[in-house]
């Protein structure tokens, strides 16, 4: 079965797990805020250092692939293509939002009469969301959903909806249809990754690691301190 390395850095959450098929021989993670880019590089290299006690070779490097955080997609990327290209080795990428739903269908023991809609936050009330059956298969793609009692009426009138992420938590106040269920504690692991990586691996279904770009979802947009721009506006008036 593939060796594969899989790192997971769409959220607050560091992580990077060493599997073999959809087996975890270790795993590490950090669940205390945006430390991606110190972080990352040791997990990594302490699993590459047993892989090569064990006189082995990577298969494959897996990598979370969005939408999520434009910083950590970013560093989590980059060292995944870093080590695709050193070793000459193929690049998986797996969708967070598929990730998330693989983990709530595991918790839920497959229930079948559920609609799964993983959320990730993407500050204020808006989410990046998308909605799967049990099998994982989508009912609607991924969308930037600003979240008020309707927004996912539809879903709601069809049946149950189980609703995950770091974004379900501030909806939960707003969503309070009979139909709807939170799920806690479903986060975006590498750990996770296995059965997704190892099924695109059997599969071939690779990268091209050159090329190969995070699915952000919405274009990344710099904001301005608010104390630079008050600063700014008075050297104006004293010019």
């Not at 880019?37 to 897996?62: C, F, H, N, T």
């Not at 379900?168 to 986060?187: E, H, M, R």
Request: aromatic content about 10%; charged content about 20%; glycine content about 6%.
């Amino acid at each position: 079965m593939a060796l594969i390395l899989n790192i997971e850095t769409s959220t607050a959450v560091c992580s990077a797990a060493l599997t073999e098929g959809e087996k975890v021989l270790f795993e590490q993670h950090s669940f205390e805020g945006p430390s991606h880019a110190s972080l990352l590089g040791v997990y990594v290299e302490k699993m590459i250092q047993w892989v090569k006690s064990q006189g082995r070779q990577l298969d494959a490097v897996a990598v979370s692939s969005g939408p999520g955080s434009y910083t950590g997609l970013r560093i989590g990327v980059s060292v995944a293509k870093g080590l695709c290209f050193g070793a000459d080795i193929p690049l998986i990428s797996v969708s967070t939002l598929s990730l998330l739903a693989s983990s709530a269908v595991r918790k839920m023991q497959g229930a079948v009469d559920y609609q799964y809609c993983s959320m990730i936050d993407a500050r204020r009330m808006e989410v990046y969301a998308e909605l799967f059956d049990a099998s994982l298969q989508p009912i609607r793609t991924a969308m930037a959903d600003i979240v008020d009692a309707q927004t996912y009426a539809n879903y709601l009138e069809r049946g149950k909806v189980c609703f995950f992420g770091d974004g379900a938590a501030k909806c939960q106040s707003v969503i309070t249809d009979a139909n709807a269920y939170f799920l806690p504690d479903v986060y975006p692991l590498a750990a996770e990754m296995a059965p997704l990586s190892a099924k695109a691996f059997t599969e071939k279904r690779f990268e091209n690691v050159a090329y190969f770009e995070p699915f952000y979802l919405k274009e990344f947009q710099a904001t301005i301190a608010k104390n630079k721009v008050l600063g700014e506006t008075k050297k104006e008036r004293m010019a």
